[in-house]
């Protein structure tokens, strides 16, 4: 014990305590600096990413617009053709209704022709009955035959008209549903043409 107070006692024998080295100033600054520049070299490099990536977004709404105007321009090419067509076929609906129109009035006219023909026919068939009435008892039998020809002769004939008065009437009520046909043809386009 009395060693170990001779060592205390004896300050010059004691080594001294180490003390840990000030850090200096200058190696302060320069960690500061350090530490500053790999942030900011961090920063510029999320803000090159991020520019990339804006740009390459930019390019794909860039690329996706284009295709967008020239879909548009090929949609608009399609309406005008088909307003076009569409007129066109409006055009030459009308013509054929025009046309048909036509021919449904000739039907009639020769319908009613047909049916004056007939009457006069018909008139002119019991005026040879009556002479043939009044001829018999005085007329001599080759008259008579000539009368039986005409009488023959004016049947053949209205069988004709008859057969001529059918074939009118059919055509007339073909007429009539292919202009049903037509209007039904015309409705629908004007139904499905676009608004201009």
């Known amino acids: 014990m009395s060693l170990l107070l001779c060592l205390l006692l004896m300050p010059s024998?004691?080594?001294?305590?180490?003390?840990p080295?000030?850090?200096?100033?200058?190696?302060?600054?320069?960690?500061?600096?350090?530490?500053?520049?790999?942030?900011?070299?961090?920063f510029g490099q999320a803000l090159n990413r991020?520019?990339?990536?804006?740009?390459?977004?930019?390019?794909?709404?860039?690329r996706s617009l284009e295709l967008y105007e020239q879909t548009v321009v090929l949609l608009q090419e399609d309406l005008g053709n088909t307003r076009a067509r569409t007129q066109e076929l409006?055009?030459?609906?009308?013509?054929?209704?025009a046309e048909e129109e036509s021919l449904e009035l000739q039907a009639q006219g020769a319908g009613i022709a047909l049916s004056k023909v007939m009457e006069g026919h018909q008139d002119l068939q019991e005026r040879v009955e009556t002479l043939q009435g009044a001829l018999a008892a005085?007329?001599?039998?080759?008259?008579?035959?000539?009368?039986?020809?005409?009488?023959?002769?004016?049947?053949?004939?209205?069988?004709?008209?008859?057969?001529?008065?059918?074939?009118?009437?059919?055509?007339?009520?073909?007429?009539?549903?292919?202009?049903?046909?037509?209007?039904?043809?015309?409705?629908?386009?004007?139904?499905?043409?676009?608004?201009?």
């Open 13 to 19: 024998l004691a080594l001294p305590m180490p003390t």
């Open 21 to 42: 080295p000030k850090p200096s100033p200058e190696l302060a600054l320069q960690d500061e600096v350090n530490i500053l520049l790999h942030g900011v070299l961090q």
């Open 50 to 62: 991020i520019y990339k990536a804006t740009e390459a977004q930019l390019d794909g709404a860039s």
């Open 90 to 97: 409006e055009r030459s609906l009308g013509e054929i209704q």
């Open 138 to 196: 005085v007329a001599p039998s080759h008259t008579q035959k000539e009368l039986e020809d005409l009488k023959l002769y004016a049947d053949k004939q209205s069988q004709i008209i008859w057969s001529l008065m059918g074939h009118v009437q059919r055509q007339q009520r073909e007429l009539a549903q292919q202009r049903k046909q037509l209007s039904h043809i015309r409705d629908r386009l004007q139904g499905l043409a676009l608004p201009s």
